[in-house]
């Protein structure tokens, strides 16, 4: 069975609390999450067969095209990525951080599931534009030449799309860095 995600990030809060209905009601899937962000946003994280996240994600953006700022449907979702987005990944090697910072939710979470597919990372955290004005992370931990080839892939996307903000890899951390961010 192949999971799916679907993320849409909507300029209208009002718009983002109906597609909710609206993306249940198109297909089988599940809302993983659903709320407002920074500045005055909304976005939806939704979880099923990729036919079904794709079907739902085409519906909404047919009917709210207008609102939506980003979009993206992810088949094939890595476990490790729900753990960063819920900040609850164990990272026992202390090693090289990749740090990436983009405008959407749609946009971190591609780079976040593109970074763990490109290499052996762990993802430490995916954290979306919640007192971040409007920003989202995503912050890597491996083997500094692992580090350096995830974040190029995830990257891409963002930057393709012009909502990459910037990224930083950071080759031999001091010790008070980890416990700053982990």
């Known amino acids: 069975m192949e999971r799916s995600i679907g993320v849409v990030e909507f300029r209208s809060i009002a718009i983002g609390i ?83 910072e983009t405008l959407t939710a ?7 599931d593109a970074a763990i597919k490109a290499t052996d990372i762990d993802i430490v955290e995916v954290r979306i534009a919640r007192a971040l004005g409007g920003k989202n992370i995503c912050i890597i931990n491996g083997q500094l030449s692992d580090v350096r080839e995830s974040v190029r892939a995830a990257i891409a996307y963002a930057q393709e799309k012009g909502f990459l903000v910037d990224y930083e890899v950071i080759a031999a951390p001091h010790q008070d860095l980890y416990r700053a961010v982990l």
């Open 18 to 100: 109906s597609a909710v209905d609206t993306i249940v009601k198109a297909s089988q899937v599940k809302i993983l999450d659903a709320r407002t962000i920074c500045p005055g946003k909304y976005y939806i994280i939704f979880a099923g067969m990729v036919s079904a996240v794709k079907n739902s994600l085409s519906v909404i953006e047919s009917e709210s095209d207008t609102f939506i700022v980003d979009s993206v449907a992810i088949p094939n979702v890595y476990p490790e990525i729900f753990a960063g987005l819920n900040a609850t990944t164990e990272v026992k090697d202390l090693r090289s951080i990749g740090i990436i």
């Open 106 to 112: 749609p946009s971190i979470i591609w780079a976040a």
